[in-house]
């Protein structure tokens, strides 16, 4: 389980990097009318929200652990 | 069907997600040049278009310059250069109305292609020392009518922010939702204390964290946002600081709850923290905010985000959004709570 969420966890940090390299360039961002701000606004909050989902996952491995424990 | 409004919440994000991201903006003027000239001269503008089509349009486009409520000028020459780009010559009359020294003109294109855009402030005119009479038939002689509305569905275009438009969508519902799930958290925590169910109390943490993510993930879409509209991450802008302080007491709001290790004090005291806190957001995001100058609109004198840039095509995505984002937070905060009964039953098993 701790495999699987770091691995998520590294898969979601290398696709934040492009678009964090991206941001930084003006030109890009004020392309096509500044389009890419709102992808970037989106791709944000689906970050956002994986991460609150792994937070999830860990804490149901931390339950399933602990019943299989006992 | 209990998970309907799971289903329901996935669908309204999907649609706000394409309809918000599919429907073009009207045409608009994204750039006008050179930006000023004197009276009695004739002006060549270099218009630059956005989303207009001039060569469909071309023998059709009408175009005025605006210097107050019932003057404008007609421009005698068009020449198409392409799709976004065309010029239109004006000759300005040798006398500003009302004696004015300075007067800025608003530039009006109107075509049946592309219906009507406009740039206020187009191009400031100033008055040559000239002892010419001030003439009204040389200003308002073609009178502003007959304006064309474009076919189908669009989002209104406004100059600075374009596209960005379209954040109204992944970004402002985000704080709706953050406040809806706040509120929930809040009457939980009132429950609790009339009740003293633990299960009250696991509900408002739950919703708590919940609402903590919408106000990071608002800060952020707001920060990205605020870069390339109002030049900066952080402008240290009234309604950014505040958001970002009510975020932080709730933050406070888990380090306050870990540091208990009898339970039932620690649902009391949370309880009681969780209802100030709520106390305390309502100045912070909604009174504040209005009494200084602040970027957001509807704040400080700025116009709310109403009126013509919220107009009813933008209501079609934006209400689906916030309704959406808020189920969608209603269910993970959901996930949550079922996570914490369960722990909170093997606590007391073993």
Do not use: C
Not at chain 2, 82 to 96: E, R, V, Y
Not at chain 2, 319 to 339: D, H, K, Q
């Amino acid at each position: 389980m701790k495999r699987i969420t770091s691995i998520t966890f590294l898969l979601t940090l290398l696709s934040v990097t492009p678009i964090l390299a991206q941001i930084e360039n003006p030109d890009f961002m004020q392309s096509i009318g500044k389009i890419y701000v709102v992808v970037a606004s989106i791709v944000a909050t689906f970050i956002g929200i994986v991460l609150f989902l792994i937070f999830i996952e860990r804490r149901l491995s931390k339950l399933e652990n602990q019943i299989n424990d006992k | 069907m209990k998970h309907w409004w799971k289903i329901l919440s996935v669908l309204l994000v999907l649609y706000s997600l394409t309809v918000g991201m599919l429907v073009p903006l009207k045409t608009g003027i994204a750039e006008v040049s050179p930006l000023n000239t004197t009276t009695g001269e004739d002006v060549t503008l270099i218009i630059q278009g956005y989303n207009t089509n001039f060569g469909d349009a071309k023998g059709q486009i009408r175009a005025w310059l605006k210097v107050d409520k019932e003057l404008s000028l007609l421009a005698k020459s068009f020449k198409v250069k392409s799709d976004n780009l065309m010029t239109a010559t004006f000759s300005i009359p040798d006398k500003l109305p009302g004696g004015a020294k300075v007067k800025d003109a608003t530039l009006i294109l109107d075509s049946e292609v592309d219906g009507s855009s406009v740039l206020p402030s187009a191009l400031f005119i100033s008055q040559k020392n000239t002892a010419s009479e001030f003439d009204v038939a040389e200003w308002s002689r073609s009178p502003i009518a007959n304006l064309h509305e474009k076919d189908g569905m669009s989002f209104p275009y406004r100059n600075v922010l374009s596209e960005t438009i379209r954040n109204l969508f992944y970004h402002v519902p985000l704080w709706f939702g953050m406040m809806i799930i706040l509120v929930v958290s809040a009457v939980y925590s009132g429950r609790y204390l009339r009740t003293k169910n633990e299960e009250f109390d696991f509900k408002a943490s739950a919703f708590t964290k919940v609402g903590i993510l919408y106000g990071i993930l608002g800060l952020v879409t707001g920060a990205i946002w605020a870069k390339h509209t109002w030049g900066a991450y952080w402008s240290w802008d009234v309604k950014q600081n505040m958001a970002a302080i009510s975020v932080l007491i709730y933050v406070a709001y888990f380090v306050l709850r870990s540091s208990f290790d009898d339970p039932e004090k620690q649902a009391r005291i949370s309880a009681v923290y969780n209802i100030f806190a709520f106390a305390a957001l309502i100045p912070l995001l909604f009174v504040i905010p209005r009494l200084t100058d602040s970027l957001h609109p509807g704040n400080g004198g700025n116009p709310g985000f109403g009126g013509e840039d919220l107009d009813n095509t933008m209501r079609m995505v934006f209400y689906p959004a916030i309704i959406g984002f808020t189920l969608l937070g209603v269910w993970m905060a959901n996930l949550i709570y079922r996570s914490e009964i369960i722990e909170n039953k093997l606590l007391n098993r073993w």
